[in-house]
């Protein structure tokens, strides 16, 4: 069996040379960053967050991102507004919007994260949960709790 290739050659990735990290909201899976590939634009993790838990409200100052649904469905936020999204659907996240990805639902939702650029001034995401209006944002639409 042959090694794998140096990250300055890698294109392909395949499960097995994917690096995977538990985060306090997601499961991580990532397909994208210098370590694997050698991105210089792209970021690309595949996310699972489970039933009841988000990532809340939080902005990236110097990345944009785009969300992309592969499965379950998402109450997803940029800025003010929120949609729940489905399979197949997706938002934009411009620079420095505050963002959140909930899961009020019975069943994990597992979405694409695809950030640029991949070197980001520290820090790289600011916590905006504890501020508001986004402290209480949800609550005041009668919305669930998430853990």
């Known amino acids: 069996m042959n090694a794998p290739p140096a990250v300055s050659e890698q294109r392909f990735v395949t499960a097995a040379e994917s690096r995977t990290d538990l985060t306090p909201y997601t499961l991580n899976t990532w397909l994208s960053r210098p370590d694997i590939v050698p991105c210089e634009s ?3 993790v595949r996310a ?6 988000c ?9 944009e991102e785009i969300i992309y649904i592969l499965s379950g469905q998402a109450e997803q936020w ?3 507004e929120h ?3 489905k399979a197949g659907e997706m ?3 411009p620079k ?7 899961n009020p639902f019975r069943e994990p939702v597992i979405f694409l994260a695809m950030l640029s650029p991949v070197e980001a001034e520290e ?3 600011v916590n905006e949960w504890d501020h508001e209006p986004w402290a209480s944002l949800r609550q005041s639409l009668g919305l669930p709790e998430c853990r």
């Open 42 to 44: 792209l970021l690309l």
């Open 48 to 53: 699972t967050l489970d039933a009841g838990r």
């Open 55 to 63: 990532h809340g409200f939080h902005r990236h100052p110097t990345r």
């Open 78 to 80: 940029c800025g003010r």
């Open 83 to 85: 949609r729940i999204l």
């Open 91 to 93: 938002v934009l996240i």
């Open 96 to 102: 420095n919007e505050i963002h959140g990805t909930y």
């Open 123 to 125: 820090p790289g995401t």
